[in-house]
């Protein structure tokens, strides 16, 4: 099973910038959907991005269009999650995860989990 490990989360203003990071170890990814998901405190864990190892494919969600930027780097076995122009409701721990691609990357089934990593945008 891979292990993933999130970093780069923090506190920034609203309108600010940050880049989540994921290593992903432990076998290999082709085939596999790797995603960024949140959870808020109250709400629940939502998918922000995913991306498809085999075609290099993206992949938002709605909250995430036109703000955030999905990546991955085959060599160095990372994930990032590039964010800009965050808002207060962008305030949650973020996860990252795997799974083998048996549905759409979007969807759930995730069986693979970071620890995560929490970011939080204040007014």
């Known amino acids: 099973q891979p292990r993933l490990v999130e970093s780069g989360g923090g506190a920034v203003q609203a309108g600010g910038s940050l880049r989540l990071s994921c290593a992903v170890s432990?076998?290999?990814?082709?085939?596999?959907?790797l995603g960024w998901f949140r959870q808020a405190p109250g709400k629940a864990r939502e998918v922000v991005a995913a991306?498809?190892?085999?075609?290099?494919?993206?992949y938002y969600a709605d909250a995430a269009k036109n703000r955030f930027t999905i990546s991955h780097d085959n060599a160095k076995s990372t994930l990032h999650l590039q964010m800009n122009s965050l808002k207060p409701e962008d305030t949650a721990m973020y996860y990252c995860?795997?799974?083998?691609?048996?549905?759409?990357?979007?969807?759930?089934?995730?069986?693979?989990w970071g620890q995560g990593t929490q970011v939080t945008v204040s007014p």
């Open positions: 991306y498809y190892t085999s075609f290099r494919i993206p």
């Open positions: 432990g076998r290999t990814l082709s085939g596999y959907c």
């Open positions: 995860a795997a799974r083998e691609n048996t549905d759409h990357c979007l969807m759930g089934g995730y069986n693979n």
